[in-house]
């Protein structure tokens, strides 16, 4: 999921500025960054848990409450 965000609007962000696309709507950069922001760190999260340093339910809780707060995020700017 970290992975698919940082790509996603990564790319979204590289589209925005670099290209000639006509978009009907447009996050604000600063949505886009704080997305890749906790994409990096639900990877960071994801490696602490791997590495035994976290246990794995609360890195569970740790990544749903990223997940929780992008979708508020998205729904706020959304609407």
Request: net charge positive.
């Amino acid at each position: 999921m970290s992975t698919f965000w940082i790509y996603q609007y990564g790319i979204l962000l590289y589209q925005y500025h670099f290209t000639d696309i006509l978009f009907a709507f447009m996050y604000p950069n600063w949505t886009l960054i704080l997305f890749i922001f906790m994409g990096i760190l639900g990877i960071v999260i994801g490696s602490s848990v791997i590495l035994g340093k976290k246990k794995i339910k609360t890195g569970y809780l740790q990544i749903f409450g990223l997940l929780i707060i992008g979708i508020i995020i998205d729904l706020i700017v959304l609407s």
